[in-house]
């Protein structure tokens, strides 16, 4: 099970840091990603962190922006995103997929996903 927090309304250029909660006792098996969906929109691949750390993805609308870590003994991965933008207005969704390769970008990688949480990004 996986559970997100952190997600409010914050004005353009503030920030939040989303977490995400796993309930499993082998988290560090696991690559993690973060996706959003925002209203009338398909869901899109925003962040994602392999088992390990070392390599983490980005979707070119975030980078720069949004940093994406992860902290097994608490077996939670954050997205801190600073200077948020009006677009960034979606509902945030972790997933995990249970590899130890590259991380994947793709929706239809993760087997296992949170019930999102809203972030709303004033103008």
């Known amino acids: 099970q996986l559970v997100e927090s952190g997600g409010g309304l914050v004005q353009a250029g503030g920030f939040l840091r989303l977490s995400c909660v796993a309930s499993t006792r082998t988290f560090s098996r696991y690559t993690l990603g973060w996706f959003r969906q925002a209203p009338g929109k398909e869901r899109e691949f925003v962040a994602a962190?392999?088992?390990?750390?070392?390599?983490?993805y980005y979707a070119d609308a975030v980078k720069g922006r949004f940093t994406i870590s992860r902290d097994n003994n608490k077996n939670t991965v954050y997205l801190q995103m600073n200077n948020l933008k009006p677009e960034d207005t979606a509902v945030y969704y972790c997933?995990?997929?249970?590899?130890?390769?590259?991380?994947?970008?793709?929706?239809?990688?993760?087997?296992?996903w949170g019930q999102g949480t809203q972030v709303t990004v004033s103008s």
């Open positions: 962190i392999s088992w390990n750390t070392v390599i983490t």
């Open positions: 997933a995990a997929d249970q590899t130890y390769g590259r991380p994947a970008t793709t929706e239809n990688e993760y087997g296992y």
